[in-house]
């Protein structure tokens, strides 16, 4: 993420709590102007990294602390060859059904985060000065089967002349960061191209002619933010029925886009349809219904899909949902003191599953269910990438205090993932549920 991209000096919000703050919460900062202005300008340098997402829900679970001492002594190797464990997966294992498992010491990672050049100093957690290494060796293990290890050199041939691209969020860049690295171990991409603000990126892969990218786009819909009195507000208008024309004129040259979004939507914004304003999210506003996120986030994936399968040049398109990554920030929110420091997964009785991230999670399979019975008539496949349980096990997994901040001390990161860590994991399951839709990918 890019600090420019924050345009405006604003108070945020979060999803406990989004009343704007008043003058009188500041006074405790101290009684000179120039404490008032500098706490106001530290909070919106933050507020631009955590890209607009103080809503992120905060993690209350009822759970023992870590069992075991972090470990500074792993020995790390990279796995060239990656095999692909093919033996002892199986076509219909339910992937979402597992838990964590610690590998042995020595067993090898994709790449280590000196090995991959284009690890963006904010995930490089090691370099940043995190101690403990073992978040980088769990794995992820099914119930009923063995989740395949990433294997370059067959996903690589597999893409030939093809191109990849993620649309959405910067989780969706997060996602995008981790294939770049466990492919730059088969073959070196080259830096193609990045506009102004490096929301658009493309990578090529020469020797495959195989094309990645990352289409930025925070709602998926048209959206303008909001300005009162010449100040932004935060705040977002949405138009529900108009898409993003930013990632769609790029549609017909995509052969897989593999779409993530929700983090963007926990904030006061204002609903329109054919112009009209129908309702908020968070908004606080007499005579305004607030409809929640989750209805924004359902009307964006549908207006999405509907665009897709209605567009006769996206004919054959392979589209994937990456499920909603919920935010884990403990005892209190970002601009609280939140915080993510565990250096062990949860167990899966240790995580609570439904509220907010679960309804997210839902209503992105319904509408990609939905959008798979349309598709079918136009020769498009449309899967989903569930992570969702997956990650609500791994709190120890994100950057926290470690994303090479400089000026914002105590302040953690618990969205985004540490490269490496379990981020890799939505790799795996995104080239293994290829393999089962897909011959080529055999």
């Known amino acids: 993420m890019k600090m420019n991209l924050c345009n405006s000096v604003q108070t945020r919000k979060n999803v406990q709590n989004y009343n704007v703050f008043k003058g009188d919460k500041f006074l405790n900062l101290g009684s000179t102007g120039f404490l008032l202005l500098y706490s106001l300008f530290l909070t919106v340098i933050f507020s631009c990294y955590m890209l607009h997402f103080p809503f992120s829900p905060i993690l209350k679970f009822a759970s023992k602390q870590d069992s075991a001492p972090p470990t500074n002594s792993l020995h790390i190797t990279i796995n060239h060859s990656q095999p692909a464990d093919y033996n002892n997966s199986t076509s219909d294992c339910d992937l979402l059904n597992g838990s964590w498992v610690l590998e042995e010491k020595g067993n090898s990672l994709y790449y280590t985060n000196f090995s991959c050049p284009t690890i963006p100093h904010s995930k490089n957690c090691l370099l940043n000065g995190r101690a403990d290494e073992e978040f980088m060796q769990w794995r992820w293990k099914p119930e009923e089967c063995t989740l395949p290890r990433f294997n370059a050199k067959t996903f690589l041939t597999s893409v030939k002349g093809k191109t990849i691209a993620f649309i959405g969020d910067s989780l969706a860049r997060n996602h995008m960061e981790s294939l770049l690295c466990i492919l730059s171990s088969e073959e070196s991409p080259t830096d193609m191209y990045k506009d102004v603000e490096d929301k658009f990126r493309t990578w090529l892969f020469p020797r495959h002619n195989f094309t990645l990218m990352v289409l930025r786009t925070e709602f998926l819909v048209f959206a303008t933010e909001r300005v009162i009195n010449g100040s932004f507000t935060g705040g977002f208008d949405l138009h529900l029925d108009k898409l993003n024309g930013n990632w769609t004129q790029h549609l017909t040259n995509i052969d897989y886009a593999i779409f993530s979004d929700g983090h963007w939507f926990l904030r006061p914004n204002y609903l329109y349809e054919n112009g009209n304003l129908i309702g908020c999210v968070y908004c606080g506003e007499a005579g305004v219904q607030d409809l929640g996120p989750g209805y924004a986030i359902r009307r964006a994936f549908q207006a999405a899909f509907n665009y897709i399968n209605k567009c006769v040049e996206c004919s054959g398109i392979v589209v994937l949902l990456r499920t909603f990554s919920a935010g884990q920030f403990e005892q209190g929110a970002w601009n609280e003191g939140g915080f993510c420091n565990r250096t062990r997964p949860f167990t899966r009785d240790e995580v609570k599953i439904g509220d907010q991230d679960w309804e997210f999670r839902s209503i992105q399979i319904e509408e990609i269910e939905?959008?798979?019975?349309?598709?079918?008539?136009?020769?498009?496949?449309?899967?989903?990438?569930?992570?969702?349980?997956?990650?609500?096990?791994?709190?120890?997994?994100?950057?926290?205090?470690?994303?090479?901040?400089?000026?914002?001390?105590?302040?953690?990161?618990?969205?985004?993932?540490?490269?490496?860590?379990?981020?890799?994991?939505?790799?795996?399951?995104?080239?293994?549920?290829?393999?089962?839709?897909?011959?080529?990918?055999?």
């Not at 709190?395 to 490496?420: E, Q, R, T, V």
């Open 370 to 442: 939905r959008a798979r019975k349309d598709g079918e008539k136009n020769g498009n496949m449309f899967e989903i990438v569930d992570v969702t349980r997956a990650m609500l096990m791994r709190p120890d997994g994100h950057p926290g205090a470690y994303w090479g901040n400089k000026w914002m001390k105590g302040y953690s990161d618990c969205i985004h993932w540490c490269l490496p860590g379990p981020i890799d994991t939505w790799n795996e399951f995104l080239q293994e549920i290829l393999r089962r839709k897909l011959p080529i990918f055999h």
